[in-house]
């Protein structure tokens, strides 16, 4: 740091107050520390001392700079040095003509060494000792005076703040990385991350289906993680050895859905030059996930119910019936009662599917999941692309954590693998992130499903009724029986 300031000792104590808010990561911030005091007394040597109990000294040199081990080491462990009088007194000690000095002047260390002038001052956190800084020159005495010991007191009062916050940051981040380690070892689900008790109900209904034949209706907004649900339920299951397969069943054609599941003859239309198994007959006695189901015509759900029902199928243009053992689980974004009432989904089917429904939560109503998924996600992507990126900063948490996330699980984990590409840094910073809260306002209103609509707006009048069911579901026009279907279901 140049000092081109008028006071340079201010413009120390400031930069010092920024790392505290802005470098989280305990080596960097060291070597940041030690670097601002340098420059600003001009000192040629230095390093950090801080206590450690895996030592049996007591204490760990954490950062040098221009002192070999050895030299570090002889100024740390000699009961004559300065160092050991300021851990002893945690009082600060300056010495600017360190050879003529009487305390200090005949210590082996200082002679063999040949130095000059020497600052050395305790880390403070109130009356608790944690370290000290140690400053020295073996040419000069440089800005070593009575005037930089107020500056280096105040310094190392706030370079005893830093290094706590960032202490504790990375043990938060450990302590994230281990509940990651405790969810993945207690419920099996290695992708499935979440502490909330939402996710502590998820995790029991995909426990108590694990060994059931029984049909699976998964509802949620997309990027969830529906098809994360599904595959855990396959491969921690009976069927585990078995096919698991996955079929989105939006946005295409009919006759290229009723080929894709349930294969074709040759001949049967044009195109189809070869007899083709369809997926149905791939998953036997497996389990075929069907996304986004809501988005099926009534001919193709027809013939999925005969699947249900019978658990048979029909090649495209054959006549022969074939027999197929298949476990379905379904998803859908979609508040498919809607659909019965408007006729566009067929209500035997609906309840075909839906022997054990699943809810997943979106990620705004587990707001405390954030930090968990980030570190998730940060791990999944600094290892795939090898890069030594170690945490978040505390804004970049506090910006997840007050993002709306219409794209959920989903969406979160775009934006970690983006931020990792884009971050110069080892500490992702919130300007990484490339978040947009304007987008987000208007994507939160104007992106949200049928079924979401719905739950708030009964949660708003159910708010405005001081939780009284009677009253609201006169407000809203339904039945007391309906409405508390509905809590139950949202667990409002």
């Avoid at 491969?235 to 290229?256: H, I, V, W």
Wanted: charged letters at 25%.
């Amino acid at each position: 740091m140049e000092n081109i300031n008028a006071n340079p000792s201010l413009t120390a104590l400031t930069e010092i107050a920024q790392s505290i808010n802005t470098i989280q990561d305990s080596v960097r911030l060291l070597e940041k520390i030690l670097e601002i005091a340098l420059d600003t007394l001009a000192a040629e040597r230095g390093f950090i001392l801080l206590n450690s109990d895996k030592t049996p000294e007591g204490f760990e040199i954490k950062s040098s700079r221009n002192l070999t081990d050895s030299q570090a080491s002889d100024l740390a462990h000699l009961s004559t040095s300065v160092v050991q009088q300021v851990q002893k007194n945690a009082e600060p000690v300056l010495s600017f003509e360190v050879q003529n000095d009487p305390r200090y002047g005949q210590a082996e260390s200082i002679v063999v060494q040949k130095i000059q002038s020497i600052a050395c001052v305790p880390l403070l956190l109130k009356t608790r000792q944690i370290g000290v800084i140690y400053l020295d020159s073996l040419t000069k005495r440089s800005k070593f005076n009575p005037e930089s010991l107020p500056f280096l007191t105040a310094f190392a009062n706030q370079a005893a703040i830093a290094i706590e916050n960032a202490r504790l940051y990375e043990s938060l981040r450990d302590e994230n990385r281990h509940l990651r380690q405790e969810v993945q070892r207690t419920h099996g689900f290695s992708e499935i991350i979440g502490q909330h008790p939402k996710m502590h109900q998820l995790f029991d209904v995909i426990h108590r289906v694990l060994e059931s034949d029984a049909s699976v209706l998964i509802e949620g907004e997309s990027g969830t993680g529906k098809e994360l649900v599904a595959r855990a339920i396959h491969y921690n299951g009976e069927r585990k050895d078995k096919p698991f397969m996955a079929f989105f069943c939006g946005s295409l054609p009919d006759s290229l859905i009723e080929s894709e599941l349930f294969g074709h003859k040759k001949g049967a239309f044009t195109g189809a030059v070869s007899d083709k198994h369809g997926l149905f007959e791939a998953a036997d006695r497996g389990t075929f996930f069907l996304d986004e189901i809501g988005d099926l015509s009534q001919q193709i759900q027809t013939k999925l119910l005969r699947v249900l029902q019978e658990g048979e199928i029909k090649r495209v243009g054959e006549t022969q019936i074939r027999k197929v053992d298949v476990r379905i689980i379904s998803a859908t974004n979609k508040f498919l009662r809607e659909s019965i009432k408007e006729g566009t989904f067929r209500e035997d089917l609906f309840y075909r599917l839906n022997t054990i429904s699943i809810t997943l939560p979106p990620l705004r109503e587990r707001n405390s999941d954030i930090p968990l998924l980030a570190h998730h996600f940060l791990d999944k992507y600094t290892a795939k692309r090898k890069n030594n990126i170690k945490g978040f900063t505390a804004e970049a948490l506090a910006t997840l954590k007050n993002f709306n996330w219409p794209g959920n699980v989903r969406e979160l984990e775009n934006t970690i693998e983006r931020a990792v590409l884009m971050s110069k840094s080892n500490m992702i910073a919130a300007a990484d992130l490339m978040l947009n809260f304007e987008d987000n306002v208007e994507n939160t209103e104007t992106e949200l499903t049928l079924n979401e609509i719905q739950r708030r707006g009964i949660q708003k009048v159910l708010q405005a009724q001081n939780g009284n069911i009677t009253e609201t579901s006169r407000v809203l026009g339904v039945s007391r029986r309906w409405l508390q279907y509905r809590i139950k279901e949202w667990q409002l």
